[in-house]
């Protein structure tokens, strides 16, 4: 075991306290302890966690690393607070309210990740459900403080908030069990038979569902009259997201242009695979055949899972010992179906730090039955093994050679998506996806984030579409003009996109994270070939590079260019 550094006692002092003031987020990071407790979203709550931030990076600026470990950890951990930092300072945290990853959806989607299979289980179920509407009213206060400073999100996500409030409020779905009331089936479903807890848990869901029923009629009467009225957020406010979520500052116009020819690289690579598949078709004809061939699809949402999880399990086992290592507990990875009301697309969610609760990968079925199964193997890849699962479960594991922060808090989306992105490619050159539908699905994948980049980027910084463009030339972005584009460009469904839409407009900075990840992960691999020659080794390199941990892209970029060998 190695020897305990600053950075190290630095590290576990700060989760500690994250965990204490921020239980939410711990239960989201895989902090165990904590599931009995509801995060403070108020003001003054949000304001006791940015002074811990500050008081903790005065700290990290008094290390003097004494190993290349330390240097490492202690890079990631300052960056990352500074970070936090500057959006504190910009007063981010008074317009916290998107479609996919704000304080409402958390609040809710914490309740996903907690063990429910004991009578200790849902008492700290219960404890904390009969926190829910404490937490709803911290948050609307600091939405509130947000419109007397003049500080708000778009009318947008407000509105579309507003319907995901309705539908874990159970209004809009009268027919159906709310979200909360599911966790009094899942005490059921356990046999367990504690009447009391049982009478604890109905109440909490009630009020939980009134909390969130409220919250929505609050958006709508209260919040919609201040909201603003244009989505995108202008090139500064971009500027400091776009850091935020990779770790790495941009020449947001350059990369416009290069979301550009990527897309216009992998249309064409697209047309070559949709030849292979049926002579003469083209790409979206190809497509069209591939979605409503029934001998390529699952239907029923159980068979559909059981498919996920077949996937992952003959992944890990195939990828194990030949490609990478994997460690035991790392091995197992459950696929889940999304509670409904969410954004559309498919996501991960990291193991406990014990492993107590597993990596998951959970897909929205958007109400559908049938899934054709062309497009699903790379998405599988993307959010299970090699991508997030095997990235960031490892993580978990290297008790003895990354700090607590490291393990549990540090990251960027920059990191995190752009290996997943980069996982989907690798497993086409590792030769898993050997049937040509497959090698499309990936490619589709591929086209949809290049789309990304250019209207995430084009929206929030009201550019123009290029001249030479066959699609509206020289006009301005808008999201009416982005929605055609993003359907046709992407190759999914017009539902999801239009989800999508409203996910880069509520997110700015982190669409882009994708392409611009795996453009790094290229990078650094391509650098690590040209320098070893003949004796560069695959495997080897996705060892060191996992496990230095999660960082910003900025700092993976230095610590892979370091000579072997000096990152630890």
Not at 442 to 455: D, F, G, N
Request: hydrophobic share 40%.
């Amino acid at each position: 075991m190695r020897a305990r550094s600053r950075t190290d006692e630095i590290s576990d002092r700060y989760v500690e306290r994250f965990a204490a003031l921020h239980p939410v987020g711990a239960t989201m990071r895989g902090i165990t302890g904590h599931d009995d407790r509801m995060t403070d979203y108020s003001p003054d709550g949000i304001d006791e966690r940015t002074q811990v931030d500050g008081a903790t990076l005065a700290d990290l600026h008094t290390v003097e690393p004494g190993s290349a470990r330390e240097r490492v950890a202690l890079g990631v951990m300052t960056e990352q607070l500074e970070r936090n930092a500057a959006l504190a300072d910009a007063g981010e945290h008074l317009r916290s309210l998107n479609v996919l990853a704000s304080p409402m959806q958390h609040i809710r989607a914490c309740f996903d990740l907690v063990p429910t299979a004991t009578i200790d289980d849902f008492t700290a179920i219960a404890a904390r459900l009969a926190q829910v509407p404490a937490g709803i009213d911290g948050y609307r206060s600091t939405l509130q403080e947000g419109i007397h400073q003049g500080i708000v999100a778009a009318r947008r996500q407000a509105e579309a908030c507003a319907r995901q409030a309705d539908t874990w409020g159970g209004v809009t779905d009268t027919a159906s069990t709310p979200f909360f009331h599911t966790l009094v089936e899942r005490f059921d479903a356990a046999g367990l038979t504690d009447s009391a807890l049982r009478a604890h848990l109905v109440d909490g869901a009630d009020r939980a569902t009134r909390a969130y029923a409220a919250f929505g009629r609050f958006l709508v009467d209260e919040y919609l009259p201040h909201a603003a009225e244009h989505d995108g957020v202008g090139e500064d406010r971009y500027a400091l997201w776009a850091r935020a979520w990779n770790g790495l500052d941009l020449d947001l116009h350059d990369t416009y242009a290069w979301g550009w020819d990527e897309l216009h690289r992998i249309e064409r690579a697209m047309q070559s695979v949709a030849e292979r598949i049926l002579p003469g078709r083209t790409v979206p004809e190809v497509i069209d055949h591939l979605e409503h061939d029934p001998t390529r699809s699952i239907e029923g949402v159980d068979a559909f899972r059981a498919w996920n999880q077949e996937l992952l399990d003959t992944t890990v086992a195939a990828l194990d010992g030949v490609h990478f290592d994997i460690p035991d507990p790392v091995k197992r990875v459950e696929a889940m179906i999304a509670p409904p009301g969410g954004a559309a697309a498919m996501y991960y969610t990291g193991p406990a730090e014990d492993f107590s609760r597993p990596g998951r990968t959970w897909y929205p079925t958007l109400g559908r039955t049938v899934f054709p199964l062309w497009g699903e193997v790379s998405i599988c890849y993307h959010e299970g093994v090699p991508g997030h699962h095997l990235q960031i479960a490892q993580v978990r594991y290297l008790a003895d050679v990354l700090t607590r922060y490291q393990r549990t808090l540090a990251g960027s989306s920059g990191h995190a998506e752009g290996w997943a992105l980069y996982a989907e490619r690798l497993m086409g050159e590792l030769g898993y996806l050997e049937d040509p539908a497959y090698e499309l699905g990936m490619l589709r994948a591929q086209a949809m984030r290049a789309v990304r980049v250019i209207v995430d980027i084009g929206l929030h910084l009201s550019l123009r579409i290029p001249d030479g463009e066959a699609y509206l030339p020289g006009e301005v972005w808008t999201p009416a003009s982005a929605l055609p584009f993003v359907i046709t460009h992407s190759y999914f469904p017009a539902d999801f996109m239009a989800s999508e839409v409203d996910r880069y407009l509520g997110l700015p900075g982190q669409a882009i994270s994708y392409k611009v990840g795996e453009r790094e992960w290229l990078a650094a691999r391509d650098d690590a070939r040209r320098a070893a020659g003949a004796d560069f080794d695959l495997k080897a390199f996705h060892a060191h590079a996992l496990d230095l941990g999660p960082m910003g892209l900025e700092q993976l970029r230095r610590e892979l260019a370091a000579p072997s060998g000096t990152a630890g």
